[in-house]
T-cell receptor, first 114, second 112 residues
Framework: DQQVKQNSPSLSVQEGRISILNCDYT??????FLWYKKYPAEGPTFLIS?????DKNEDGRFTVFLNKSAKHLSLHIVPSQPGDSAVYFC?????????????FGTGTRLTIIP | KAGVTQTPRYLIKTRGQQVTLSCSPI?????VSWYQQTPGQGLQFLFE???????NKGNFPGRFSGRQFSNSRSEMNVSTLELGDSALYLC???????????FGPGTRLTVL
């Protein structure tokens, strides 16, 4: 049972344009969401997060939007740069003490075309 | 500050063997989580340790086990290896279970 879904395995975007990565979740107990970026032969690195009390969080070129009613979040990267080419994982967790484990999506491979 | 280190980085085993992977967390971090990454499955949670105690366990068979030592270093063990165990095994550490996780580079296990 995939509680966090990234339905696009890959995405190609022209350099300078906006990249939009999507993520859906089914567990209504999730109240904290994160995006990780992963390069080959490296572990995932934290990118940006959002709490369920917000609907938007921005950090430089990265913005995450959360639509709780649709159980959907998205990561916007603008402008896209060649160094953004990587696999992006969406993750979610509850804040319930004793059950803070992260549940990850299957990832979206983003390719930025120069 | 040194990051999360995992040893070995690459490992080749044959079916039926057992394997032990090691993870050294960032200094001061007391929580360690393990994940399995396979193509098409994303990162699957294996287990989480905090202060030498297993706090959470994912849906993996009993062949997968782990432990954490008093210095927060962690090991995971897989017994009776199967071909499907071939994967990248990632370790992540955090100050405590509610804080941001930092990942190591992973151990690539190939089972022949």
């Amino acid at each position: 049972d995939q509680q966090v879904k990234q339905n696009s395995p890959s995405l190609s975007v022209q350099e300078g344009r906006i990249s939009i990565l999507n993520c859906d979740y089914t567990n209504s107990m999730f109240d904290y969401f994160l995006w990780y970026k992963k390069y080959p032969a490296e572990g995932p690195t934290f990118l940006i997060s959002i709490s369920s009390i917000k609907d938007k969080n921005e950090d430089g070129r990265f913005t995450v939007f959360l639509n709780k009613s649709a159980k959907h979040l998205s990561l916007h990267i603008v402008p896209s740069q060649p160094g953004d080419s990587a696999v992006y994982f969406c993750a979610a967790r509850t804040r319930n003490f004793g059950n803070e484990k992260l549940t990850f999506g299957t990832g979206t491979r983003l390719t930025i075309i120069p | 500050k040194a990051g999360v280190t995992q040893t070995p980085r690459y490992l080749i085993k044959t079916r039926g063997q057992q394997v032990t992977l090691s993870c050294s967390p960032i200094s001061g971090h007391r929580s360690v989580s393990w994940y399995q990454q396979t193509p098409g499955q994303g990162l699957q949670f294996l287990f989480e340790y905090f202060s030498e105690t297993q706090r959470n366990k994912g849906n993996f068979p009993g062949r997968f086990s782990g432990r954490q030592f008093s210095n927060s270093r962690s090991e995971m063990n897989v017994s009776t290896l199967e071909l499907g165990d071939s994967a990248l095994y990632l370790c992540a550490s955090s100050l405590d279970p509610a804080q941001e996780q930092f990942f190591g580079p992973g151990t690539r296990l190939t089972v022949l």
